[in-house]
């Protein structure tokens, strides 16, 4: 792992990262957004979170390419002045670095811009590993783990080696490859709204994949995946805890797993 040198001095200046957190992050498990600013500046990276919206990937796969332009400018104007963006999603971290530059392919205004943004977009574990050179993480985790491949992160940036890598450098985890880690979850985002048959069909082909790799703990990289994954589990009675992979490499196991009620406090 090497920083980036700063110019016109000796030592060497800390890349500076704008973290992208992504709408399921910020409303629905902020715990990953923390996991994530800990590994990145174990990284030696300078973090900062500007004011953001969402990425416009929902409206995008619905074809209202409308509204995904209009968000899209203001998420290359929010990130504008960063030298990397990073998102703890693969789904979201490919809407900008893959599809950005198709919504203005027609638009010599901004199509500089949005090229500009998905060149220097990684999702996390890619991120720490094929940009910082990490090899390893300071934080330990006791027990097996089973890892599903979100689509998006696997098949338009790549994400399959970096988080298995990192997991790897854990003292006490052991990885167990369930079968069929590659294929969907059923969850699609919109995909799961408009074809909730077919979604279900293929998140319980999923779930009986995760149960027969034996391992206690589940974990991705995708948010909306690990909530589709969680839901089925839970519904079956499954007792797998579900977890954002960056809350297990950066030791913040604190929160419950997801899908699973915090326990209430005592009077």
Known sequence: MSDLPS?????????????FITCLVDLMRP??????????????????????????????????????RDLAERMIEAFRGFEYV???????????????PELFEDDPNWLPKANALAAKTYELTSFLVDVMGVTAVNASFDGAVTYHDSCSGL???????????????????????????????????????????????????????????QAPTLLA????????????????GKPIAVRHVAEVLAGMTDEPPIGTAKEPRSA
């Open 86 to 100: 990073v998102a703890p999603s693969g789904s979201c971290a490919g809407m900008v670095r893959k599809h950005y």
């Open 221 to 236: 990289g995708d948010l909306g995946c690990l909530m589709n994954m969680a839901g089925r589990l839970s519904r079956e």
């Open 7 to 19: 110019q016109g001095e000796g030592r060497r200046a800390k890349p500076r990262v704008g973290l």
């Open 31 to 68: 715990s990953v957004g923390f996991a994530a600013v800990k590994l990145l500046e174990d990284a030696g990276c300078s973090v900062e979170v500007p004011v953001q919206t969402c990425c416009g990937q929902p409206a995008y796969n619905s074809g209202d390419r409308g509204t995904s």
């Open 155 to 213: 098949r338009e940036l790549g994400v399959k080696a970096q988080p298995r890598k990192l997991l790897a450098s854990m003292p006490g985890v052991t990885l167990v490859e369930m079968n069929d880690s590659d294929v969907c979850c059923g969850f699609g985002g919109t995909f799961a709204v408009k074809y909730s048959d077919i979604s279900g069909a293929i998140v319980e082909a999923k779930a009986k994949n995760i149960e027969a790799a």
